[in-house]
């Protein structure tokens, strides 16, 4: 198994520029997560994904959006990017809920001039 | 909103030496989770603790859920240069078991 994979790995956005970042994972997870990771702010979670077609916001989605169409893809969207969203970006995935561990993606490292 | 407070945010020690992280909730949690990241690399979990007064070892790794479920620690035993990273607690609120609530983490860095 892949486990959780991410693309792409690093991307150099100009303000006001669009992008979408793909998470796929091939453990027949329902829950899913996108977070992102900045130097003394820990994980902070954007959006998640309680199942295929469903999407909810975390604590701070604003300037993202998500979709889930497939049950092993959850995709970030940044419709115009700002030099605030230049981050590391991680994708989760888990089984369940409270009782489940997150398994992480490798990460996308992104910059916004 | 619930917060879980974890310290220390930095810790320098020697190879050999002992090192424990701790991690504090505002709120009744109903299991918390630890996990470690690499410098670089991505959380990985560790372990997962759902017990009041529950400990769990990994190795030289003690992990304890206190006795009323709002605090949690990591004590790791004579430290390795393998031991570098980042650890994170993450719970889930007992009301709210949808999300981890993350500590911001402690970093730890091993001397040789």
């Known amino acids: 198994n892949a486990g959780v994979t991410q693309t792409p790995k690093f991307r150099v956005l100009k303000t006001g520029q669009s992008m979408t970042l793909l998470c796929a994972q091939d453990?027949?997870?329902?829950?899913m997560y996108w977070y992102r990771q900045d130097p003394g702010m820990g994980l902070r979670l954007i959006h998640y994904?309680?199942?295929?077609?469903?999407?909810a916001k975390g604590e701070v989605p604003d300037g993202y959006n998500v979709s889930r169409l497939k049950k092993q893809n959850f995709l970030l969207g940044l419709e115009s990017a700002a030099p605030s969203q230049t981050s590391v970006y991680f994708c989760?995935?888990?089984?369940?809920?409270?009782?489940?561990?997150?398994?992480f993606g490798p990460g996308t490292r992104l910059t916004v001039t | 909103g619930q917060q879980v407070m974890q310290i220390p945010q930095y810790q320098h020690v020697q190879e050999g030496e002992d090192f424990t992280t701790y991690c504090n909730s505002s709120?009744?949690?109903?299991?918390i989770q630890w996990y470690k990241q690499r410098p670089g690399g991505h959380p990985v979990f560790l372990i997962q603790l759902v017990k009041s007064g529950e400990v769990k070892k990994q190795k030289r790794l003690t992990f304890q859920f206190g006795e009323a479920k709002k605090n949690s620690s990591l004590h790791i035993t004579a430290t390795q240069t393998t031991d570098v990273g980042t650890y994170f607690c993450?719970?889930?609120?007992?009301?709210?078991?949808?999300?981890?609530?993350w500590g911001l983490g402690t970093s730890l860095a091993v001397n040789p």
């Open positions: 993450a719970g889930f609120n007992a009301g709210n078991n949808r999300k981890l609530i």
């Open positions: 453990m027949n997870h329902e829950y």
């Open positions: 994904s309680v199942g295929e077609g469903t999407t």
């Open positions: 709120t009744t949690l109903s299991n």
């Open positions: 989760a995935s888990s089984y369940g809920a409270d009782t489940s561990k997150q398994y």
